[in-house]
């Protein structure tokens, strides 16, 4: 078996193709980092007063078995207009057990009066729980 023999040369080509190779990568995922979904704690979030309607635990079967979504239904107003949601967090959160999910909804019950949280943006968006 023959041993790899480079020259200077060799070795300073491989090394600059690789690091190119490396800056355009992190390049490429600097300029994407927008595109990348936050958890939430940079937004600004405005709080409405809400009523809640009704809970409900949704099942959800899946090639894996059966999640659960925690659901509040809920109105309010913004800015003059009546809207509706029944998000208990800003995006969609399952559980594999119904005891985490209704953990989520428990101290919420028809009629009861809580704070709802929206993007000004978008407010028909609602939701009860703000991320962590």
Excluded at 58 to 83: C, L
Excluded at 89 to 108: L, M, V
Aim: net charge negative; aromatic share 12%.
């Amino acid at each position: 078996m023959e041993a790899f023999d480079f020259s200077g040369h060799e070795l300073v080509i491989g090394v600059i193709v690789v690091g190119a190779a490396l800056a355009g990568y992190g390049g490429f995922f600097m300029m994407h980092q927008d595109d990348i979904s936050t958890s939430g704690d940079d937004v600004e979030y405005e709080t409405v007063n809400a009523t809640i309607s009704s809970t409900d635990l949704a099942s959800i079967s899946t090639g894996n078995g059966t999640v659960y979504r925690p659901e509040a239904s809920f109105t309010y107003t913004f800015n003059g207009s009546q809207y509706s949601s029944n998000n208990v967090f800003p995006t969609e959160r399952r559980f594999q057990y119904p005891a985490d999910a209704e953990d989520q909804i428990d101290d919420f019950s028809e009629g009861d009066q809580i704070t709802a949280y929206i993007q000004k943006d978008s407010p028909g968006e609602a939701f009860l729980r703000k991320p962590e």
